[in-house]
């Protein structure tokens, strides 16, 4: 038996050097790395403009604020992602309205986000779930047809790409995050992309304070006056984050394909076990930020205590939106509406993938998987959303 984490950084001496670098100078808050930072990342994506800011969250949220989106408004949510995309909504004062995902995939399903869309949609936040992108060309389709905005959640995908486009190419904006188990991290961080001008120069606004002159403008040079041109934020990027992210842009290809190395690995070996896992479309590449697979209906949570006691690292992305209390006693959401989020909540389960895993850790992880799901593939049913009763409706009622 082997120790296997369920994630280790990849930060290195290039990271550190960056940082003295930046110890040593003028700037600890938003400055020079920032902007360097900023300039890099967009290029990297072949996107106009990149706004350094604190998390994913506040891309996602300060793009619907500046689109205008608030109350009476719906934004559509797919029920199969982290609870962030669905409550940067709420937020804003709109409603956030859910759909259903692809069974083989967990992305946002066309036809089950058309379906959702009424006369007061002004928005869409399709979730490019584990690094693989939404079929923007469907979804841009769709949202000019109904003159809605798009703005990508793109935490999981920053090296993705599908049918020859990037995130942030074919939406309003895309959302990235640079949290501590990210592609490339800088502990807690994101950045907005977008190639609109007017809307990314209102984030840049909003994300500190709304005023018109950040600390650098102020005091690179000559002191100069600002105003507050609006109710803004706290959210920028700093130059401390900045030192740790431009080292990882030299590398992120390199780590990219020690990742999909891995995934061809894990692909194959539970492929021929009968082990299923969400797959990769024709004409993408996935930016393979995590590897999930799919434990038999009822015994995911039995899987995850059997892998945790081979000293194996698992997560859960995700459990259904739908399916959490507050989304339930808010919006009144109870099973079946949405089956294959449900299916894919109840029985998901992620691995360990990075790029520092041995080949020798690789095949413990992969072999653990097998055995652990043949052991429990005929055990009595477990659900894993025990506080929902056949009373309710619940998940034992619609099976």
Known sequence: MMKVEFYRHNLADEELISLQDTFRSTFLTAGPKT???????????????????????????????????GKGDEVLVPAMTFVASANVVLHCGAKPVLVDVEADTGLMDITSAERAVTARTKGAIPVHLYGQMADMKALRRLADKHSFALIEDAAHCIEGQRDGYRPGSLGEAAAFSFYATKNITCGEGGALVTNDFKLGEHVRLLRQHGMSKSAADRYQSLYQHWDMLELGYKCNMFDVQAALLLPQLATIEKHLARREQIC????????????????????????????????????????????????????????????????????????????????????????????????????????????????????????????????????????
């Not at 890099?40 to 689109?67: D, N, R, V």
Request: hydrophobic fraction near 40%; charge should be positive; charged fraction near 25%.
């Open 35 to 69: 902007k360097e930072f900023e300039k890099k990342f967009a290029e990297y994506l072949g996107i106009q403009q990149a706004i350094g800011l604190t998390s994913c969250t506040a891309g996602l949220f300060l793009a619907l604020k500046a689109l205008g989106i």
């Open 264 to 399: 061809g690995y894990y692909e194959s070996e539970f492929r021929s076990a009968g082990v299923e896992f969400p797959v990769v479309r024709d004409g993408a590449r996935s930016a393979r930020h995590m590897f999930t697979v799919w434990g038999p209906p009822g015994r995911r949570d039995l899987m995850l205590k059997k892998l945790q006691a081979r000293q194996i690292g698992v997560a859960v992305h995700y459990r259904a939106i739908h399916l959490l209390t507050y989304y339930r006693e808010r919006f009144g959401y109870r099973p079946g509406i949405f089956p294959n989020a449900e299916r894919m909540g109840d029985r998901t389960l992620t691995i360990p993938l990075y790029p520092s895993l041995t080949d020798a850790e690789v095949e413990y992880v992969a072999k653990s998987v097998v055995d652990v799901h043949s052991e429990v593939a005929h055990l009595e049913f477990s659900p894993s959303y025990p506080f929902l009763t056949p009373a309710d409706g619940g998940l034992d009622a619609t099976r």
